[in-house]
């Protein structure tokens, strides 16, 4: 299949609202079934495993067997990197001629998230912005590094650099509600799951948003420097 065919096969299966909605409920890194998925798109498991089958066909996601069930998670990072940048592109459209009002939710979102499996919101790019002015990681729109300053810094929060993995340890990613970058890669994924083990921060059940949690507020302003409220 030609580069522009491939293209165009793959936005047209984003572009189903149904399988929008589901890929996004994948958003946060987690597996999820047939019958969760149904449910997030609001279509029936007959439907959604039509669905599924199509997108782990065009190699957007994947499936693991456990037990009698199957749970479906984003194929790669690449996926997920593509589906920020969708949505990068899409809040950057002009409003609608009658305002949507923004609720609770929406409002916690873009406050903390996880964007596949890392950090992301206000939150996310707070991290980013202090690390990089402290010269503890060093970023540009095609990528990232640690200092030694930063190595360092992680080491105290009970990280350890995973220098020599295939997967890029610290690279940029274009936040889709603040347009500024937060942290990605591995190193985005350590940060966000130290959080999660510290306690700093929880999940919002069905959902990518996460709680800055009362020890998550202190830990922050300790060890970044960070007042989000």
């Known amino acids: 299949m030609s580069t522009n065919a491939a293209m165009a096969e793959t936005a047209a299966l984003v572009g189903d609202p149904a399988r929008a909605?589901?890929?996004?409920?994948?958003m946060d890194g987690r597996a999820l079934t047939a019958g969760e998925l149904a449910g997030v798109a609001g279509i029936t498991a007959q439907t959604a495993s039509g669905h599924l089958a199509r997108l782990a066909a065009a190699g957007l996601l994947a499936m693991e067997r456990q037990g009698r069930h199957r749970y479906h998670?984003?194929?790669?990072?690449?996926?997920?990197?593509?589906l920020e940048a969708i949505m990068?592109?899409?809040?950057?459209?002009?409003?609608?001629?009658?305002?949507?009002?923004?609720?609770?939710?929406?409002a916690a979102m873009r406050n903390a998230?996880?964007?596949?499996?890392?950090?992301?919101?206000?939150?996310?790019v707070a991290i980013?912005?202090?690390?990089?002015?402290?010269?503890?990681?060093?970023?540009?729109t095609d990528g990232g590094a640690v200092t030694a300053a930063g190595e360092a810094f992680l080491q105290s929060l009970g990280i350890s650099p995973q220098a020599g993995t295939r997967?890029?340890?610290?690279?940029?990613?274009?936040?889709?509600?603040?347009?500024?970058?937060?942290?990605?890669?591995?190193?985005?994924a350590a940060l966000c799951t130290r959080c999660f083990e510290l306690g700093w921060v929880k999940r919002v059940p069905a959902s990518r948003?996460?709680?800055?949690?009362?020890?998550g507020e202190a830990g922050l302003r300790q060890a970044f420097g960070i007042e989000l409220a």
């Open 21 to 26: 909605a589901m890929l996004n409920a994948l």
């Open 73 to 82: 998670r984003l194929a790669t990072p690449a996926v997920a990197r593509m």
């Open 88 to 106: 990068t592109v899409a809040g950057s459209a002009p409003p609608p001629a009658r305002p949507r009002r923004i609720g609770p939710a929406d």
């Open 113 to 124: 998230r996880t964007c596949y499996d890392h950090l992301a919101g206000r939150l996310g």
């Open 128 to 140: 980013a912005d202090a690390m990089a002015a402290r010269g503890q990681v060093e970023l540009a």
């Open 167 to 188: 997967r890029a340890f610290c690279k940029p990613c274009l936040d889709w509600s603040e347009r500024r970058h937060h942290l990605a890669g591995g190193l985005g």
């Open 209 to 215: 948003t996460v709680l800055v949690t009362r020890a």
